[in-house]
């Protein structure tokens, strides 16, 4: 069975899965088939909504290169404890609700919910680091 930090990552990467589709939906809707099946060159985002999901995705990727190595480095380490799972826990939480919330553009609530991911990955970095005494 797969502690609860690695589930929470394959959910992230699942999340993340789900939100290139977003992207590739909305990219197919405004664009015609044969420029989607080329190399793209030219394309540019028409309407605000796919502009926000290719932001909302490179966001994600950002995150995601923190954050998975962070839950790996715990596992290997030995040091998943409650504070892990819950800055996993945390980390998906709000991923979960930031990609819509980018999506439909409501300011300061994206915000917060950010930093409500970042929170979650700050909680796990600490417990990696030797210098904290968690670790």
Known sequence: MLPLELSYLVSAIALYFVMIAVQAFLSNIENKPAAMAGSRDGI??????L?????????MVESLM???????????TDNLNGMTEL?????????????????????????????????????????????TGAA
Do not use: E, S
């Not at 540019?44 to 909504?49: E, L, N």
């Not at 923190?66 to 290997?76: G, I, K, Q, S, T």
């Open 44 to 49: 540019a985002d028409k309407g605000v909504m």
């Open 51 to 59: 502009g926000r999901a290719r932001r909302a995705n490179a966001n």
């Open 66 to 76: 923190m954050f998975v190595p962070l839950v790996l480095v715990a596992y290997v």
């Open 87 to 131: 800055g996993a826990g945390l980390f998906l939480a709000a991923r979960i609700v930031y990609a819509p919330i980018y999506w439909f553009g409501i300011p300061w609530l994206r915000t917060l919910v950010w930093a409500a991911g970042l929170t979650g990955i700050v909680l796990i970095f600490l417990q990696v680091l030797p210098f």
